[in-house]
Structures are given as C-alpha cells and as structure tokens.
C-alpha cells in the first residue's frame, strides 16, 4: 500500500486509474494542474505526471522532484510517442514511460514494479554501518545504535545517496515533513547527535561530511 499521487487535467483518466489504485489498496492522490500536484508531491510515494498540465508541466515536475528527492519514483504519461520525446521524459527524472491512450491495468503493473524496485533501497549496508527501514533498525560493526526516529531517517537519507550533497533546506522538507519547524539550525542540532552515536570525529569523518556553506553528505567511500 503507497500514497500515488496521480496529476492530469483530463477527469476521466484521475477517476479510472484512481479506481484501478484504490483496487490495489493504495491511496490516491489527484491534482488537474501542475501547481496542485507540485503542492502534494510531498504527501505522496509516487507520482504519476502527465507531460502536457496547465500551469507547471509534467516535464517540469519530474524535474524538480529528481533534482529534491533523487529516489522518488516517477512514472510519466503523455500522448507523445517519439523515440526522442520518450528520451527526454527519462532523462529529465522519470522512472518510467506510458504513452496513451494505455491499458489501466499497464499502468498498475508499472506501478506494482516501481514500488518493488523503491522497496528494495529499504536496507543500506556500508562501511560496517547496516540500516533496514522495515525494522527501524540501525548497527554499526555489528552494535546497535540507540537512534531517535529523526536520527534514524537522516542518517537513512544520506546513505541512500553516497556522495550526494543535501542542503538543510531538503533536508528539512525531506526528513521532517509536513512537521518543517522552518528553522535550518534544528538539522545541525540533529546531526551533532547522530555524529556523537556513531562516533565521529569530525576532522576526520567516518561518514558524514559537512559541506560548508550548503549542508551534508554521506562520504561514498564510507
């Protein structure tokens, strides 16, 4: 069971694939423009985007949720069936492509694949470090970490992403949500906690790096 959050301006297309969705006990999200379902990205696991939107296209969309959430699956529908047009969805962020008019139930399978490929990023293991989202566990060199629900969901965003810069601001939006307290200092304070548990000198780090001025990284050969 996911949040999808499905974006198209045509009616008929947000009621069936929302019907076929909530078949699979999903939770469905809808949006009929582009600034609405940029809005509830957010809210979602998923996204399925059309191309052409009123306002903040498709294409834009995927877009800046790559650039903000790297492992957020994206599927994109759009009546342009080009070899070059498919291309261009997929290197812009999309995960994957239908092209319409398609088969609902095309649509879920894509989907069902989607949410079994982000299901598998739900463990890290590196560096001795071992987290599994599914148990909320965390062990390093084979000693489990005492963390915080917070501690644990930045130190899971990071390690998805070695090499990866995060600025506060993302992470903020990323970790704590809807629950923003607005205030980038409460990340640095976080951090010091977590760097303590897992024992990090900071002139040298074992995993996480400051980038100065910008926020966080996990080293990527941690």
Avoid: C
Avoid at 69 to 97: C, S
Avoid at 166 to 175: A, C, K, N, Q
Avoid at 195 to 204: A, M, T, W
């Amino acid at each position: 069971m996911a949040r999808i959050l499905i974006v198209d301006d045509d009616p008929a297309i947000l009621e069936i694939l929302g019907a076929y969705l909530r078949a699979e006990r999903h939770t469905v999200l809808e949006a009929q423009d582009g600034l609405t379902g940029q809005a509830r990205l957010n809210e979602s696991d998923l996204a399925i985007l059309d191309w052409m939107l009123p306002g903040v296209s498709g294409l834009d969309l995927a877009r800046q949720q790559r650039r903000d959430h790297p492992d957020f699956p994206i599927l994109l529908l759009t009546a342009r069936g080009e070899e070059e047009d498919k291309l261009r969805g997929l290197e812009v962020g999309a995960d994957d492509y239908v092209t319409k008019p398609f088969s609902p139930r095309e649509v879920v399978a894509r989907v069902r694949a989607l949410l079994r490929r982000a299901r598998i990023q739900d463990s890290v293991a590196t560096g001795g470090l071992q987290l599994d989202e599914r148990t909320r566990t965390a062990t390093l060199d084979g000693q489990e970490l005492s963390l915080s629900k917070l501690e644990f969901d930045l130190l899971l965003t990071l390690a998805r992403h070695p090499g990866f810069v995060w600025s506060r601001d993302r992470l903020l939006e990323r970790v704590w949500g809807a629950d923003f307290p607005g205030v980038e200092r409460v990340v640095d304070v976080h951090m010091a906690g977590l760097r303590r548990k897992l024992g990090e000198n900071p002139e040298q780090p074992r995993f996480i790096e400051t980038v100065r001025g910008v926020g966080y990284r996990f080293r990527e050969e941690a």
